[in-house]
């Protein structure tokens, strides 16, 4: 059945001044020199002036200071032009020049310190390897890493502030475009995702002079001749210089139908899926020979991807252990002392893939729970020792599980494991639970940082755990890992449901 509404045309535009007219022209005033699409390609630009001006200054100040002659200065040109190289390459390489990644300042400054370090890395190793490093001053480059850093930081800061100014107050500068909808729910008012759509036009500066309506499926030839008439009729001789479709992709067949009869308009055409299916143009995808696959769930890590992260969980776990040996060994002597029992309490815990270890913990309590029914602690429990509530108000009972890291059945960061009894009411409570078992369990975690530790009284203390859980797996990054193990020191001094 047709529409009983205008069949063509969504909206007209004013014949003469107005002040709708006015208004936009204001706007349009007040309006940045630059397309919200350009931000990719000059932000690496921005990078490249930052870096080069640290550089210089770094190299000037050592010169001033007598330590460095002055043609060091003109290295420091050379030398910012190679940092800027691998560290650019790095970001680009993760897609974090992208504006949505840029407004995501947390992500940012985490990718700028693993890109920053890495490049000094990867850069003073190579030129050490090759006995050139003797031309290049170590405490030039010191205070050129330092004060790079900073800068790139705060230069971050700023994008990140500017490009939320520009999307809230509509600065952007774009094209006049055509929006041609497809009325997925066949009625009057546009569906949640158009309506986000038009927006999203909006807000970064395309200015929608017209809309039109996709013809709805089954529509005869005649009508979708009239649509396609009136779309080219409108375009010709304008100042438009897009046309944008907004359709679902189940819809491809007449998309593709629809878009070769605009081919005689010289303007770009672009699609922006819509509808349920939509979902898949937003995942993770991958060429696999002449075939697109999409990522629909992260897989394991990558071999590369799981080496790196064993080799940082031997390393700093082995690092920790030797260091604080002398307070294990007096701890373990305060515990024989204080209460009888055993020094450790061992209890089975689910760990990668569901299969099951024994967890190391300094013993707390009075009793030795590890069965079908476990009752979780509380503050103040009579089952704690004396030492034991001072213990694990530091989180000093879970150094053992140093232990566990050592040995591959837990890892450094990842999602704490709970008791077997526990995993399966909690199983039953939030459906994608067992979604936490595609990586090691953490001594550590997203959620742990952000306050969620202690017991889960709550369904809706568990569903937040869950939701930090999955929200790293699907995140991960050895740089996410290092702002963990960075951030869980500050957590552990708050002492937040530590008992």
Known sequence: MLHTRHPVSLAKQPDGPSALGMAEQLRDDRKWPIHYESVESLVPVADTVTIAIVSILSGLLYHLEGWEPASYISKSCGLAILVSALFISLLKIRGMYRPTELLALPHQIRAVCWAWI?????????????????????????????????????????????????LAEKRFSGRNVVLIIDDLNNSDDLSSDEASMSQALMDTGFRVRRRFLFPEPGADASRQRTIIASVIDYVRGSDIEEIIVGASPDRWPDLRNFVAELRVLP???????????????????????????????????????????????????????VALLPLLAVVAVAIKLDSPGPVLFRQQRCGFNGKGFLIYKFRTMSVLEDGPSIVQATAGDRRFTRLGTWLRRTSIDELPQLINV???????????????????????????????????????????????????????????RVEYDLWYIDNWSLSLDIAILLRTPIELIRGHNAY
């Open 118 to 166: 890495t490049a000094f890395l990867v850069l003073f190793g190579a030129l050490f390897a090759l006995k050139i490093g003797s031309e290049i001053s170590r405490g030039a480059s010191v205070l050129f890493g330092l004060l790079g850093l900073v800068a790139l930081i705060v230069h971050r800061r700023i994008i990140g502030y500017l490009l939320a100014r520009g």
């Open 267 to 321: 303007f770009p055409v672009s699609f922006v899926p819509l509808g349920a299916a939509s979902e898949m143009f937003k995942r993770p995808r991958h060429e696999l020979g002449e075939a697109v696959c999409v990522e629909l769930q992260r897989g394991l890590l990558s071999s590369f991807e799981h080496a790196a992260k064993r080799s940082i969980d031997l390393f700093f776990a082995g690092l920790a252990f």
């Open 406 to 464: 050592l040995n591959g059945s837990m890892s450094l960061v990842g999602p704490r494991p709970h008791a077997v009894a526990h995993d399966g009411e909690f199983d039953k409570i939030v459906g994608n639970y067992a979604f936490r078992r595609r990586v090691k369990p953490g001594l550590t975690g997203w959620a742990q940082v952000h306050g969620c530790r202690g017991p889960t009284p709550t369904a809706a203390s568990i569903e937040q």
